[in-house]
Every structure is written in C-alpha cells, then in structure tokens.
C-alpha cells in the first residue's frame, strides 16, 4: 500500500454560514429533489446502463456497478454525516470491510482489537491471511499494547469503538497519534455509535465504515455497508476496488438505507434513552452479575465515552449469575425481545454472542476478549422501556 499523502486541503467555504445541523443533512445531503420530475423522495434507479452522448469524453453514469443515482444519492449522503471527502456503498457490512482490505498488499501486517466483531475476526483469520496479510490481536483500550504490536510492516489499525460485544471503549485521538507517526491507516468500525453519536473521521481516524444493516438501515429489512474516507486520495483508491471488485450496494437497497437514515437522530435519542434505563435496571438487579454500558457511572471507561460520543448507545451486554447454564435458562423468559442476531432495528433484540455472533471465533481468542459462555448482548428498541423491562424480568425470575 503506497504511503498516505497529506489529505488535500478544502476549498474555503463562500460565506461564513455555518455547516447545516446533523439532522438537516440526513435528510437532504445528496437528496434534492428529482431534476426530472420534482419528486422530493430520491427515485430508485433500476437501470443497470446508460445512454452515452458520445465516444470519449462522457461525464455521466455508464454503467450501474460504477455508479447509480439512488446509490449515489447514499454515498453523498453518508459522507456528509460522517464528514469525509467520499462515501461509498456496498452490498454488506462485510463486502465493505473486504473491500478495506483491499488497500492491504502481501506482507502488510495489522493490528486489530482483539474484542471485535466475529465477522471481522473471521475475516482477518480465514481469508486475509490466504493472501499474506498477518494480523495481530490487541487489547487497545490501552494504547501502549497496540505500540508493542506495531512491527515495520503494520500498514493498518483496526479499531471498534464501542466493541462487540462488551462495550469496551477505544480512544480513537490517541489511537489517531499512532498511526500518523507511523505512516498507517486508522480504520474504524462505527456500527455501534453511528455518525450522530461519534464521528471517528473528526477524532484522527483516516477510514470509518459501517455495516448499514443496523443503525442505518434501522428496520431489519435491509443488508448493507457503508465506507467513508478522510482524504479523496484514499477514497478513490476505494472507488476503484468498489468497481473493480464489484461488491456495490443495489438502488432498492440504497434507497432503503437513505429511508432510514432520516430518522437516525431521533432513533438513536430514544436507543439511548431506554438502553440507559435498562442497563440501570440490570446493574441493580440481584441475579445479575456485570453489565457492560458506556453511559453507566461505574463503566470503567465512562469518562472516556462521555468525552468521545454524544450519548451511550443501544447496545449493552451483560451476564447473569449461573454462566451458560442461567443465560440458558433466562433466555425461556421474554416474550418481546427476541432472540436473533443482527442489531440496531426497531425492535429489540437478545443475542447469545459466543453460540451466535461470534461464534467463529476460537475459544481462546473468544475468551481471553471478555465473550464468555454466559454473556448475553442486547440490542434495545422503540418499545415502551417499561414493557422491556418487565419482560427482562420474566427471564430473570428463572435464573
């Protein structure tokens, strides 16, 4: 991977207006209304070509994999939110962390936190390693690990912040120092937090993707990624593996994430709201043993996270007493939260991470990260927080 350049500077703005609210962007940032018609919804593109004007020198769309309107409308759009020079839209939060490993060549070597989602964990082990990219596995909440790891070859540094699934905090500025004294990317997963809770581009970091399945899409109707990069250099390095490899996002599935996206703010208010009661009511409660939420007092790295995103999130872990065997047993219980995998919907959800979501991971790795037998991860919903409650209470009485 050639060595980064220093991102180009940007046009100084016109006037001395400031930039839009966040959530006047997110639901108009690439979405004007339809040129053709006035249609105030971006229209879903179908084509998969385009009528040219001529041999050489065409300046619009040509064909749908390297480019779509209703696609186009997205990666605008994404790229606002998380303000970066480009945004680009894939087929799956993995196809989006496959085609970020594209920049990696033979040789290269990366750091990752070792608490990280299954899927990216199972990547790194079972298919970047085919072709000759190492990993190495870091606890890096504490900077200092990821220095010890460092080696000449390190090219990136993946990073989860908040982790899956034990909400364990990475300090994304001096994480950010790092990989600029190094000459290396700083990639983050933002799954979790969302653009409206923290924007990893503002705190140093050069990539930051998402899968847009969760938070993003919001409805669990939709499979998606998004990527977007700080400097245009590596955003059209991106663009071209996003043509070349092909693992582009199709127009009706864009067209559901842009959907989704323009009510993110409100949604991820109202996560975060209840998923602070919740993980409230769980710390309390005398048949449960830890819970892992950022915006709790007692987390360890609550200051941190109140420093580094706007609220908590909707995302929490926790075990209850009797390992495996009570998490087993509490999962007979509730009857609004369902058991499933996938995150960030309406509706809320329990997830089993170690027979689930990370499930690939060996036991070791799996263990040595925090994901014991016995943790359960919630995903807290739009339901009245009290019916959530009660209903957590119905798997707690069989502890």
């Known amino acids: 991977m050639p060595a980064k350049k220093a991102p180009a500077k940007r046009a100084a703005r016109k006037s001395a207006e400031p930039q839009e609210g966040f959530e006047t962007r997110a639901i108009h940032a690439g979405q004007a209304p339809d040129a053709a018609t006035n249609a105030v919804v971006t229209p879903i593109h179908l084509t998969t070509t385009y009528a040219q004007d001529g041999l050489g020198g065409h300046k619009g769309f040509e064909y749908s994999r390297s480019g779509n309107p209703t696609r186009q409308a997205l990666e605008t759009c994404i790229a ?17 962390l496959t085609t970020i490993g594209m920049l990696l060549e033979k040789g290269d070597h990366v750091v ?66 790092i990989t600029g004294a190094h000459d290396a990317l700083l990639v983050v997963d933002n799954t979790f937090a969302t653009p409206y ?37 590596v955003g059209d390095r991106l663009k071209f593996l996003q043509n070349a490899a092909g693992g582009v996002l199709g127009p009706f599935d864009s067209y559901l994430v842009l959907r989704g996206i323009k009510t993110l703010a409100v949604r991820m208010e109202r996560h975060s709201e209840s998923a602070l009661e919740i993980a409230s009511f769980l710390a309390s409660h005398p048949k449960v043993t830890l819970v892992n939420y950022p915006w709790l007092e007692e987390h360890p790295q609550a200051k941190l996270a109140q420093r580094q995103m706007r609220l908590g999130g909707g995302m929490l872990s926790f ?70 409650k009660r209903d957590l209470e119905r798997g707690l009485a069989l502890v």
């Open 319 to 388: 075990e209850v007493k009797g390992g495996k065997a009570g998490a087993v047993r509490f999962l007979k219980g509730p009857k609004i939260w369902t058991l499933a995998e996938s995150l960030g919907a309406v509706e809320s959800l329990i997830c089993h991470p170690v027979s689930m979501t990370h499930g690939s991971i060996p036991k070791e790795q799996r263990e040595r990260s925090g994901v014991t037998d016995g943790l359960l991860r919630l995903s807290v919903g739009l339901e009245d927080v009290d019916d959530l």
């Open 112 to 177: 990752l936190e070792e608490n990280a989602y299954g899927g990216t964990v199972r990547y790194f082990n079972q298919i970047a390693q085919r072709f000759g990219v190492e990993a190495t596995y870091v606890d890096a909440s504490d900077p200092a690990n990821v220095e010890k790891a460092w080696r000449r070859n390190t090219k990136m540094l993946l990073a989860e912040t908040p982790t899956n699934p034990n909400l364990k905090l990475l300090d994304l500025e001096r994480l950010a120092k």
């Open 197 to 233: 809770l923290q924007q990893p581009l503002k705190l140093g970091a050069d990539v930051v993707w998402h899968s847009a399945t969760k938070y993003l899409g919001g409805h669990s109707d939709v499979i998606a990624g998004v990527a977007v990069a700080k400097d245009p250099e």
């Open 80 to 96: 606002s939110l998380e303000e970066g020079a480009r945004g680009l839209a894939f087929a799956s939060g993995l196809a989006t």
